[in-house]
């Protein structure tokens, strides 16, 4: 059976009643929902857990609107606005607060970083990233489970 989620603040809404989530469940109130009807509520993320990539792929091509990111190494996806990418908030803050993109540095470790770390000025990805993020990548820093991102800031920029 495929697991639907959708988060929407501290609300996480779940296909499966008995789907275990996070380390800490406690951050979230898990609400069980078939989906049959409406969440009158803003989502932020949904995720879905698939068997077969190929059927929700083709699924996705009615929503051209909507992308899949697949999570390295699960078998879940995250469905996004094509408009929704942290490469897009970079821009939007950047322009904000007065930067260009020649001033950015940023870290990745998975699909949804790969844009980002091509287009800022440095991109680091972490040693325990998928291939696609490495390779567009301009360096790479230790992993994430040994505070790469936080030696190489200390190391580079402190």
């Known amino acids: 059976m495929t697991c639907i989620t959708v988060e929407?603040?501290?609300k996480l809404?779940?296909?499966?009643?008995?789907?275990?989530w996070a380390a800490d469940d406690s951050k979230w109130n898990l609400i069980y929902n078939d989906f049959s009807s409406d969440i009158f509520e803003q989502a932020t993320k949904i995720a879905v857990e698939y068997n077969d990539i190929l059927l929700l792929e083709n699924l996705m091509k009615s929503y051209p609107e909507l992308h899949?990111?697949?999570n390295s190494g699960e078998n879940w996806c995250q469905v996004m606005q094509n408009?929704?990418?942290?490469?897009?908030a970079i821009k939007i803050l950047?322009?904000?607060?007065?930067?260009?993109?020649?001033?950015?540095?940023?870290?990745?470790?998975?699909?949804?970083?790969?844009?980002m770390?091509?287009?800022?000025?440095?991109?680091?990805?972490?040693?325990?990233a998928i291939k696609e993020a490495k390779t567009n990548a301009d360096y790479i820093c230790e992993s994430?489970?040994?505070?790469?991102?936080?030696?190489?800031?200390?190391?580079?920029?402190?």
Do not use: H, M, P
């Open 8 to 10: 929407t603040g501290e």
């Open 13 to 20: 809404f779940i296909s499966k009643e008995q789907q275990q």
């Open 68 to 70: 899949l990111y697949e």
């Open 83 to 88: 408009s929704s990418t942290k490469y897009n």
């Open 94 to 115: 950047a322009d904000y607060y007065g930067y260009t993109l020649k001033e950015i540095i940023a870290f990745g470790d998975d699909y949804n970083d790969v844009e």
């Open 117 to 128: 770390l091509r287009e800022c000025e440095i991109g680091i990805a972490v040693s325990n």
């Open 144 to 158: 994430n489970e040994d505070d790469g991102v936080a030696k190489w800031i200390e190391e580079r920029i402190l």
